[in-house]
């Protein structure tokens, strides 16, 4: 449950008293006078694994938690009007300054354990387009590394997994 979810107390839609208790197999909070029902989801997140023409990836060192100060790869939580196609391309922008396209999905992942929330990490195969590498917003530094030469402290347990798979891939 996220922390506004913990703290509303009054029913979005005709401010009565929420309440806890079960709807549809578990408990959940609801409203104590209309049909409102706060259906609790995960977040839904893209990853991008950016690739160059010398098999080199884009990875970013992040300015904020989790791993702060560790490399990893792009990536952010999806908009409300895109599709996670968008939501990559738009997060490699906006931590990297690279323009890039996606070329297929790599993956798809539960994180059950986010500060935030639980989220579902949709990971895509990109190639760059364009753009000046700059870092951005969230990062403290953006660069290309060879996949035989992986910084050490990569962040997050998914990304060293998915690049340990890539980099055993033939091109
Ligand atoms: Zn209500």
């Known amino acids: 449950m996220t922390a506004w979810q913990r703290r509303a107390k009054h029913?979005?839609?005709?401010?009565?008293?929420?309440v806890r208790g079960p709807v549809e197999g578990r408990d959940r909070t609801r409203c104590g006078a209309c049909a409102f029902v706060l259906f609790e989801n995960p977040a839904s997140a893209a990853a991008a694994v950016v690739l160059d023409a010398r098999r080199h990836v884009l990875l970013i060192r992040?300015?904020?938690?989790p791993y702060r100060g560790q490399w990893a790869l792009p990536a952010g939580y999806q908009e409300i009007d895109e599709?996670?196609?968008?939501?990559?391309v738009r997060e490699v922008r906006e931590e990297t300054?690279?323009?890039?396209?996606?070329?297929?999905?790599?993956?798809?992942?539960?994180?059950?354990?986010?500060?935030r929330k639980p989220?579902?990490?949709?990971?895509?195969?990109?190639?760059?387009?364009?753009?000046?590498?700059?870092?951005?917003?969230?990062?403290?530094?953006?660069?290309?590394?060879?996949?035989?030469?992986?910084p050490e402290d990569l962040g997050f347990e998914n990304g060293p997994r998915i690049l340990d798979r890539l980099r055993a891939r033939p091109t």
Do not use: K, Q, S, Y
Request: charged share 20%.
């Open 62 to 65: 992040r300015a904020i938690e």
């Open 119 to 150: 989220a579902n990490v949709a990971v895509f195969l990109c190639r760059p387009v364009g753009g000046v590498l700059t870092a951005g917003e969230d990062a403290l530094e953006a660069a290309w590394f060879d996949l035989e030469a992986l």
């Open 83 to 88: 599709t996670l196609e968008r939501a990559a």
């Open 11 to 18: 029913c979005p839609l005709c401010g009565a008293a929420l």
């Open 97 to 115: 300054g690279v323009e890039i396209e996606v070329v297929a999905l790599l993956d798809l992942f539960f994180v059950p354990e986010d500060l």
